[in-house]
């Protein structure tokens, strides 16, 4: 294995612990109906590793970090769905972050907004499904977007100020 295929498990590795261990601690479940949501703060790393690394990273720290926080913490049922739609929103915000021209803050931004997209839809969906009810799962709907819009405002400019500083490390 050459010395740029280490750096690249090494990084994806510490994202998918880094991802897990914000969203398994930093974590509150809201009092709402159904399911509620629970608000975290996995999607910092996931965000990080995405804008940094890019899409591919993004979508395995994603999708590993969160499924396995699933799988710990009593969510098991949920493992499947979540490995899907975060590793979705992991996989096109850098996709978004790597191809899209313009300011990088704007670039960003349309990232977060891309990715919340799909939390809600995906786990609407997966609420419908794990629910048998159409109603129901709109009150997880604040807390996704709460909890991805929370990691946007510290991520989005946090972000080129860190990259500039990897970029000096490489």
Not at 6 to 33: D, G, H, S, Y
Not at 56 to 63: E, K, L, S
Not at 111 to 129: N, S
Request: charged letters at 10%.
């Amino acid at each position: 294995m050459n010395s740029s295929k280490t750096k690249e498990l090494v990084i994806t590795a510490l994202f998918i612990a880094l991802t897990f261990v914000a969203t398994m601690f930093i974590n509150i479940r809201l009092p709402l109906m159904g399911n509620g949501g629970l608000v975290h703060l996995g999607n910092l790393p996931l965000f990080l590793a995405a804008f940094m690394f890019g899409k591919r990273t993004g979508m395995i720290a994603g999708a590993f970090g969160m499924a396995l926080f699933d799988l710990i913490s009593g969510w098991t049922l949920w493992a499947p769905f979540t490995f899907v739609i975060v590793g979705a929103m992991g996989y096109v915000a850098g996709l978004i972050a790597e191809k899209v021209p313009g300011k990088k803050v704007l670039v960003y931004s349309l990232a977060i907004i891309a990715a919340v997209v799909i939390k809600i839809v995906g786990y609407y969906f997966t609420e419908v499904i794990l629910y048998g009810n159409w109603v129901l799962p709109l009150g997880s709907i604040p807390g996704n977007i709460m909890q991805v819009v929370l990691a946007g405002i510290v991520v989005v400019p946090l972000v080129a100020r860190l990259k500039n500083k990897v970029v000096q490390i490489n």
